[in-house]
């Protein structure tokens, strides 16, 4: 498998087999993945990679709390307030696409927040990661930790796994920062859903459409 494959074979996949990693693969990813590009190689990242005892109990626990309806102060705005056109529709089109695979309508609200929940059990994944950095980290360093995230679900795609990145997870940061001891100079970045994918799962189906390149695209010859 070539760069250009792998980048496009990857996407967000919402259904795992509970088949176990083997760890020396989950070894491998990570930190195969820290040859990430870095400004000035800060390496900004900490992973926590959690599986088997650990990773129930953290499922456990986010379960309850939900369950019991409670909820956190999030590490960080996942999206802007104000989302404008045309990031805002591409949201919404991406939804109502996926929702629409599992059959899921707009006006069943119960069962799409039933199925937003799923995330919290990284969706049967055998496998997670957590990616924190220190506060003292600004927006560039954020973009680091994209691109040792993006290696991860590459790298993934290469030993034949499934991915889901979830930036869900900063709305728990404290269940989370309990569950892998997270230092309080550390904030939560996001999760990540590793495994191999269940096929038959129909919210895999879904191809996330892309913008086109006269969208986002200038050339200055």
């Known amino acids: 498998m070539d760069v250009s494959e792998a980048i496009l074979a990857r996407r967000s996949v919402r259904g795992f087999l509970s088949d176990p990693v083997d760890p ?7 930190t195969k993945a820290a040859r990430a590009a870095t400004g000035g190689n800060l390496q900004p990242w900490h992973v926590d990679v959690l599986t088997g005892a650990p990773l129930d109990r953290l499922k456990a626990d986010i379960a309850a709390k939900l369950w019991r309806g409670e909820s956190e102060t999030p590490a960080y705005d996942i999206y802007p307030s104000e989302l404008v056109a045309p990031y805002r529709d ?62 991860v679900m590459l790298l993934a795609v290469e030993a034949g796994l499934g991915s889901c990145a979830q930036e869900c997870w900063a709305m728990y940061p404290e269940t989370v920062g309990e569950a892998i001891a997270l230092p309080g100079e550390r904030m939560l970045f996001c999760g990540m859903a590793i495994g191999v994918e269940d096929t038959t799962e129909p919210a895999n189906r879904l191809r996330s459409a892309r913008a086109p390149e006269g969208e986002w695209l200038t050339f200055h010859p």
């Open 24 to 30: 020396a693969v989950l070894h491998g990813i990570v």
């Open 90 to 151: 591409r949201r919404f089109a991406v939804g109502e696409a996926m929702y629409g695979e599992i059959g899921i309508p707009r006006e069943d609200k119960a069962a799409r927040r039933l199925w937003f929940a799923r995330n919290f059990q990284f969706f049967g994944a055998p496998a997670a990661l957590f990616c924190s950095v220190d506060r003292r980290m600004g927006p560039p360093q954020w973009a680091d930790l994209g691109m040792y995230l993006q290696n």
